[in-house]
């Protein structure tokens, strides 16, 4: 008589070469070899995994922000699935995938109505565990995406916002070309690190540019005049020798 098919399947994983950019994903179960399972099958399909065993050590880290999405676990000794989604779901609105023994009708609901995005009874296969999550990440992004664009991108008195397409300084509106906002907005983004002429062109035009393309500089000049900035002395855009630009916070005066 053939043997019954483990409840979980975990086929061997793609070719490392094919591997995508890694996605952070907090798993929180109390299995900890389910959580290796899912750890060594996600990561070569793009998932950095982060495991968690205890619910307020799941809410914790899932309350820090940095996670695509959550694979959480129901039935969990001292502070339940229902409990962490409860809580996480005050202060966050990341893509929460539930997982559960029992599969029952009454527990998907309840999870459900918490906020959980999607559902998983422990019979899971691999392949479903992956779609699962594709799917809430891929739901999630143009909202998430949105919410970001409302928010105001800041340095010192600069301010930008991409949704409204307005920037200001000292809260004067700043007249800017759709070219040099674009520039000033990705500065903003990348504030504190370089950035590339290369990376900064490639982001802001649609044409394609050579190794001995200036034409950056001269956006980038009518962005810092704009500002009242001084290449020699700037308050928020640094020239990067070689490399590129920073936008740094202004010094306290």
């Not at 994983?13 to 109390?30: K, S, T």
């Not at 959550?70 to 995938?97: A, C, I, N, T, Y």
């Not at 296969?125 to 909202?143: D, I, K, M, W």
Request: proline share 6%; aromatic share 4%.
């Amino acid at each position: 008589m053939a043997r019954p098919a483990p409840a979980v399947a975990f086929p061997l994983p793609m070719n490392p070469r094919e591997q995508p950019p890694l996605r952070p994903l907090l798993v929180v179960d109390d299995d900890r070899k389910l959580c290796g399972l899912i750890r060594d099958y996600l990561l070569p399909h793009g998932w950095q995994v982060e495991m968690r065993h205890t619910g307020p050590e799941g809410l914790e880290a899932a309350r820090r922000g940095k996670h695509d999405a959550v694979l959480l676990d129901v039935m969990m000794p001292g502070m339940d699935g229902f409990e962490v989604l409860r809580e996480l779901r005050k202060s966050s609105s990341v893509p929460v995938l539930m997982l559960t023994a029992m599969g029952e009708e009454a527990d998907r609901i309840v999870g459900l109505e918490l906020g959980a995005d999607d559902y998983l009874p422990k019979t899971f296969s691999s392949r479903e565990l992956l779609a699962r999550l594709r799917a809430v990440t891929r739901r999630s992004a143009p909202a998430a995406a949105a919410e970001s664009a409302m928010k105001d991108l800041v340095c010192g008195e600069l301010s930008l916002n991409e949704a409204t397409h307005v920037a200001t300084l000292g809260g004067e509106a700043l007249d800017l070309t759709a070219l040099e906002f674009a520039i000033l907005a990705s500065l903003l983004k990348a504030k504190g690190r370089v950035k590339t002429r290369e990376a900064l062109l490639e982001e802001v035009s649609d044409r394609r540019f050579d190794v001995f393309d200036r034409s950056i500089d001269v956006h980038v000049s009518q962005v810092r005049r704009k500002l009242g900035d001084d290449a020699k002395q700037p308050r928020f855009i640094r020239t990067i020798r070689g490399v590129g630009y920073k936008l740094e916070e202004p010094a306290a005066s």
